[in-house]
């Protein structure tokens, strides 16, 4: 008995010495890996500012000739080249870009666009006058605890005045609003058509035709005359190309 009892205390002696040596052989493994690893990453030179905006300027300058990694042809480098001027000088001056692009509609298209500008100068000076006006009977009746600046205003209370001032300045600034989208409109409706002027066929010529005709009518089916009637009318036909 007493034997079995040592054999078994130097068997579990040796187990625990045994878990000891693996365990720090593991610690010795992943002690390695890290410092390999570290040592690549110390190996591998990091990109600097200078490097990095050089790589996004060619990938950019790559982006223009490219297409999902597919080559444009130079008809559409073309295209797209003479639809980058016509939407950039319409940014820089509205119509600019309508006189680019031609074609016959651009006479009424400039009154269009400059019409809409001259009536939103209007309508702002109008808005601003009357926000000026107010703001400056606002402020002297706060400054002199009563009293009024301007007689035809004599009438209106201070919280009045200042509920209309508020009013005013809020359509002016709404007019400067309208106006820049007036503007992006001018400059998205150069783009789309010279888009569409090159890449799509939208010539005067829609192979329209019109003619008149006569349409066949039948009678109510209640009628005995089962006989066909014709209905003058015009026809229109149109040519896909």
């Known amino acids: 008995m007493p034997r079995l009892l040592v054999v ?13 040596i693996d365990s720090l052989q593991q610690l010795r493994d992943s002690t390695k890996l890290n410092l390999d690893t570290a040592a690549v990453q110390d190996s591998v030179k990091k990109e600097t500012r200078k490097e990095r905006k050089e790589r996004e300027k060619a990938e950019k300058e790559r982006a223009k000739y490219y297409y999902k990694d ?13 639809s980058r001027v016509a939407w950039r000088r319409s940014a820089i001056a509205p119509g600019w870009g309508q006189i680019t692009n031609g074609g016959r509609w651009v006479w009424v298209k400039l009154p269009i666009i400059y019409g809409g500008f001259i009536t939103a100068y209007f309508v702002f000076d109008y808005w601003n006058y009357y926000y ?27 919280e009045g005045i200042i509920r209309q001032k508020d ?44 003619s008149p005709t006569f349409m066949p009518t039948q009678t109510m089916a209640y009628k005995p005359n089962l006989t066909n009637y014709f209905t003058p009318g015009v026809k229109l036909t149109f040519t896909i190309k």
């Open 8 to 20: 078994i205390f130097f068997l579990l002696l040796a187990s625990g010495t045994y878990a000891q």
């Open 70 to 82: 597919i080559l444009k042809d130079s008809t559409r480098l073309a295209i797209e080249h003479v």
């Open 132 to 158: 000026q006006m107010f703001a400056k009977e606002a402020a002297y009746r706060i400054d002199n605890s009563g009293g009024t600046n301007n007689v035809d205003l004599e009438r209106m209370s201070t």
């Open 167 to 210: 009013n005013f300045r809020r359509n002016r600034d709404m007019t400067i609003l309208v106006t820049a989208v007036w503007w992006a409109g001018n400059v998205i409706e150069a783009y789309t058509d010279s888009m569409l002027r090159n890449r799509y066929n939208i010539g005067d010529d829609l192979g329209l035709k019109i």
